[in-house]
């Protein structure tokens, strides 16, 4: 799980990067309809370095397989945080063009984030 949660974390902000790249190439006319889907895309672009950043932490501090439900809870919260850099990654691409405030898959990829890493907090030593 730690070699999975830093390259997961590595790759997350190499797409970080590209996001970057991705509205430096294509603004101002991505957002041409509206200035909300360009802070749609900005917000997007931040949670996408939040759920990066969370990965390689989590990455390099692992604590190792422990016993009992503890450990099973922080390999789920693992697995977790990881489909939420993916989660993260669509909706950057799926949601900032409609401009709706619906954002059901930002909203998924943060409550990911946020289970994933209230799951490690039993298993600390």
Do not use: D
């Not at 970080?16 to 889907?37: C, K, V």
């Not at 909706?91 to 409609?98: D, G, I, N």
């Not at 059901?104 to 409550?111: A, N, Q, R, S």
């Amino acid at each position: 799980m730690r070699k999975a949660l830093l390259l997961a974390g590595v790759a997350g902000f190499a797409a970080f990067l590209g996001t970057g790249l991705y509205m430096a190439r294509h603004f101002p006319a991505a957002y041409a309809s509206g200035e909300e889907i360009r802070y749609m895309y900005r917000a997007n672009h931040v949670y996408l370095l939040l759920a990066s950043l969370v990965n390689v932490a989590l990455g390099c501090y692992w604590p190792g397989a422990r016993s009992g439900w503890r450990g099973k809870l922080a390999l789920a919260g693992g697995w977790l945080l990881l489909a939420a850099l993916l989660v993260l990654l669509a909706a950057f691409f799926v949601e900032p063009p409609r401009g709706s405030p619906e954002r059901g898959l930002t909203f998924l990829g943060v409550l990911l984030t946020l289970l994933g890493v209230a799951a490690q907090l039993p298993s600390r030593r």
